[in-house]
């Protein structure tokens, strides 16, 4: 299934991403996360691995994500929901 199609369950989320994408796919897909979050608020992860300075920065300039931890030894970073 493409995941830009799956619908996200209403209950909290962990979403775990290992660069599984190009950036204008990534834009999308942050998107239909971010209305998910909005008909449904809860609470919500997102443990991005390997991710280009592009991703870093698009996901950086949400508004609804905040940076909870990053390692750069092993080049993962953890986001929450706001």
């Known amino acids: 299934m493409d ?3 799956f619908s996200l369950p209403a ?6 991403f ?4 190009e950036d204008a796919v990534l834009v999308k897909l942050v998107d239909n996360i971010r209305r998910s ?3 449904n608020p ?3 992860y997102l443990i991005y691995v390997a991710p280009t300075p592009s991703k870093m920065a698009l996901l950086d ?9 990053e ?3 092993f ?8």
């Open 37 to 39: 979050l909005e008909a």
């Open 42 to 44: 809860r609470a919500a």
């Open 61 to 69: 300039a949400t508004e609804w994500l905040v940076r909870l931890k």
């Open 75 to 82: 080049n993962f970073f953890v986001y929450r929901s706001k």
């Open 3 to 5: 995941f830009l199609e």
């Open 18 to 21: 290992f660069d599984p994408c």
């Open 71 to 73: 390692s750069r030894e």
């Open 11 to 16: 209950e909290p989320l962990v979403l775990f």
